[in-house]
Nanobody, 131 residues
Framework: QVQLVESGGGSVQAGGSLRLSCAGA????????????MGWFRQAPGKEREGVAA????????YYGDSVKGRFTISHDNAKDTLYLQMTSLRPEDTAMYYC????????????????????RGQGTQVTVSS
């Protein structure tokens, strides 16, 4: 059974930082190729899913949603097979459930769409930013 296990959510004040972690994003049980993205999407109550950040496994290029560019950094530790999302300068509008996800590269679909409509996802971790 595929498992993506997130950790690191919590509550912070605006301007603060958090780091999310996700174990298992490049497990061989997920895909037998590297044509997929690993990353994060978020969903706040009453809002649509939003792709936040992604890495294309085939070439390690990184991608970010417009709302988090310059504030969030995605990275992957190959030795630990752990995906990270370093979040800085957090804002109240960043409050959401954050999910680790993997999604195949599909024609006509960008990186943010691939992780927001994933093949696999974790159970989610809550991030709450207070003003």
């Amino acid at each position: 059974q595929v498992q993506l296990v997130e950790s690191g959510g919590g509550s912070v004040q605006a301007g603060g930082s958090l780091r999310l972690s996700c174990a298992g994003a490049t497990s061989t049980s997920l895909y037998d190729h590297t044509r997929y993205y690993m990353g994060w999407f978020r969903q706040a109550p009453g809002k649509e899913r939003e792709g936040v950040a992604a890495i294309y496994v085939g070439n390690t290029n990184t991608y970010y949603g417009d709302s988090v560019k310059g504030r969030f950094t995605i990275s992957h530790d190959n030795a630990k097979d752990t995906l990270y999302l370093q979040m800085t300068s957090l804002r109240p509008e960043d409050t959401a459930m954050y999910y680790c996800a993997t999604g195949r590269a599909r024609r006509g679909m960008g990186a943010m769409q691939a992780v927001a409509d994933p093949d696999y996802r974790g159970q989610g971790t809550q991030v709450t930013v207070s003003s």
